[in-house]
Nanobody, 123 residues
Framework: QVRLVESGGGSVQAGGSLRLSCAAS????????MGWFRQAPGKEREGVAA??????KYADSVKDRFTISRDNAKNTLYLQMNSLKPEDTAMYYC??????????????????WGQGTQVTVSS
């Protein structure tokens, strides 16, 4: 019954902001690290950001623009996206992992994934 449900996607102008949410259920949320990934048509999936209890990680392409956070009381993961660019356009997914490693970017250690929420940034 593990479930991850993303929301908050939409269409925005370049330079705008968007806040994504991921509602988690069916597992002990506090025992897992969480991550955001994205994939655009014709492109490889890429890690965007990840968070454990203290540790946070970001892709170079989004650092200083995006902020990942979590509310353990609400079993919810967030991604605040500012200064959006057209190249941020993609389907965004949240996922869970037992432990965050140096190879988190590829997402191979994440065992459950949400169905995604679409983010479209126009110029």
């Amino acid at each position: 019954q593990v479930r991850l449900v993303e929301s908050g996607g939409g269409s925005v102008q370049a330079g705008g902001s968007l806040r994504l949410s991921c509602a988690a259920s069916g597992f002990t949320y506090n025992n897992y690290c969480m991550g955001w990934f994205r994939q655009a048509p014709g492109k490889e999936r890429e890690g965007v950001a990840a968070i454990c209890t203290v540790t946070t990680k970001y892709a170079d392409s989004v650092k200083d623009r995006f902020t990942i956070s979590r509310d353990n009381a609400k079993n919810t993961l967030y991604l605040q996206m500012n200064s959006l660019k057209p190249e941020d356009t993609a389907m965004y997914y949240c996922a869970r992992t037992r432990q965050l490693t140096g190879s988190w970017y590829g997402g191979q250690d994440f065992d459950y994934w949400g169905q995604g929420t679409q983010v479209t940034v126009s110029s």
